[in-house]
């Protein structure tokens, strides 16, 4: 299949890059997409695969009726999403989450892409700007943009990159978990995405392992937590703050001594079938890998050394013999002052044949990465097209999300955040609570719908 249309090129093959070379091969514009790995590595990837998920396997909340994720995962699936399309055919049990088998999931994705006749994937470094003649580019070079070219635009942009920390949670081989002391169960026992029947008979979902503590326990693990050595920073690092949804564990637990209890080890909606009541504190494990031979810590990013993580991990009730099949990690994560450099289709206003997607444009998140990804593919496609393409209506998620990276936070004070629907315009009625959620996901399927079907049909899945 050929094409009369000049290409756009996509520097990055992440989510973002990935998605929004998608979009723009189904709208008819060839796309040459650049990947660096395998010739450079990052502090991260461990595979030179498209579309590789580097921390959790988990694409969060799949429920499009409460929870704003949800709704991006919905509106991105009626956009033709391939990430959601990969996601969907790849889904693992998780609750009300929708996880993913991460090396399924990857593969699918770089099949799809490099199936495609007008999609080109080159194996290289971009090192520094693109060149003058590549006259529409998407940079989705990601959290781990190379040196070169993270130098390269901040030259250009005059701006500082703001930057933070980002840590990655260990994985865990089923084998080592001691089923006399874990059991299986969901929060509430709610049945998911990827366990629509439920896992045992009449009781609903049971998509996570759940690890007991009592309070001696907990305390303990706290205390070697805060005492455990960490990963020392280099100089340049030491004021990078962290983004606050994928704190380490040890530096939440640094916050308060019940703070574990709160967050990631909340034991709400769980029962321990050994002694019939709630425990004091609970780990979760989640199914990384669609054979379920892999298991990660929920929550458990962490800096920790890895000796210190092996010792310390292996404290946990259930998780004593714990083998570990990746052990956590930290890396850095820039992104750009977007509120202040971009125009409202992701353009830099100081180059305009510059576009920005994923993480780099200051969204958190994979699901998030990828619905950027989506909309700079559109964006770029309808300008090769001739076509005006509005951005999607505030009220959507992924109009809320772009609001936010393109002006509707300070620039002063920006930093990266996932969808929310406090990004969202209020809506008018007398709503209370959970109603309120409801009626915004309504409004925001709707309006996302006849945005869609504006300048052109829906590019087909």
């Known amino acids: 299949m050929a094409s009369s249309t000049k290409g756009v090129h996509i520097v990055g093959g992440g989510l973002a890059g990935s998605e929004a070379a998608w979009q723009l091969a189904s709208a008819g514009v060839p796309v040459v997409l650049h990947e660096m790995r395998p010739t450079r590595g990052t502090e991260a990837h461990l595979t030179e695969n498209l579309a590789e998920l580097v921390c959790s396997n988990s694409f969060r909340s799949d429920d499009a009726a409460n929870n704003a994720v949800g709704v991006i995962h919905e509106e991105m699936r009626r956009a033709g999403s391939l990430i959601m399309r990969a996601a969907d055919a790849h889904k693992l049990p998780a609750g009300g989450a929708l996880a993913v088998d991460r090396h399924g999931f990857s593969a699918a994705v770089q099949e799809t892409l490099l199936a495609h006749p007008l999609v080109t994937l080159e194996r290289a470094e971009v090192a520094g700007l693109p060149p003058d003649e590549w006259d529409s580019v998407i940079v989705a070079t990601g959290p781990l943009t190379s040196p070169a070219l993270g130098e390269a635009l901040a030259r250009l942009t005059g701006e500082e990159s703001l930057a933070f920390f980002d840590a990655i949670a260990p994985i865990v081989h089923h084998e080592s978990i001691d089923q006399s002391i874990a059991w299986k169960q969901s929060r509430y026992d709610k049945v998911g995405p990827g366990n629509i029947e439920g896992s045992v008979e009449g009781v609903g979902g049971a998509d996570y392992y759940n690890c007991p503590m009592d309070r001696p326990q907990y305390e303990a693990f706290v205390a070697a937590l805060l005492a455990g050595d960490k990963t020392e920073f280099k100089e340049w690092e030491h004021n990078t703050p962290y983004f606050q ?6 530096v939440i637990a640094s916050t308060g001594p019940q703070s574990l209890r709160f967050g990631p080890m909340k034991p709400v909606g769980l029962r321990d079938p050994r002694t019939g009541h709630r425990p004091w504190a609970v780990v979760q494990l989640r199914q990384d890998n669609a054979l379920g031979t892999l298991w990660n810590i929920v929550g458990f990013q962490t800096k920790l050394k890895h000796g210190e993580q092996t010792r310390i991990f292996r404290t946990i009730p259930g998780l004593e013999k714990a083998e570990f099949a990746r052990l956590g990690g930290l890396h850095r994560n820039t992104f750009l002052n977007s509120p202040r450099l971009l125009d409202s289709t992701l353009r830099l ?16 998140g994979y699901v998030e990465s990828a619905a950027v990804g989506l909309m700079t593919g559109r964006f770029a496609a309808a300008e090769r097209l001739g076509r005006t393409q509005a951005p999607p209506p505030p009220t959507t998620a992924m109009g809320a999300l772009l609001g936010h990276i ?12 996932n969808i929310n629907f406090g990004l969202f315009p209020p809506i008018e009625g007398s709503f209370k609570g959970k109603e309120r959620k409801q009626a915004m996901a309504v409004r925001a399927l709707r309006d996302f719908d006849r945005w869609i079907g504006q300048e052109h049909a829906p590019i087909a899945a």
């Open 349 to 364: 206003k100081a180059m305009p044949r510059l576009r920005f997607a994923g993480q780099i444009t200051g969204c958190e």
């Open 406 to 417: 393109t002006g509707g936070a300070d620039a002063a004070t920006f930093q990266p955040m």
């Open 245 to 250: 949804g994928c704190q380490p564990i040890e």
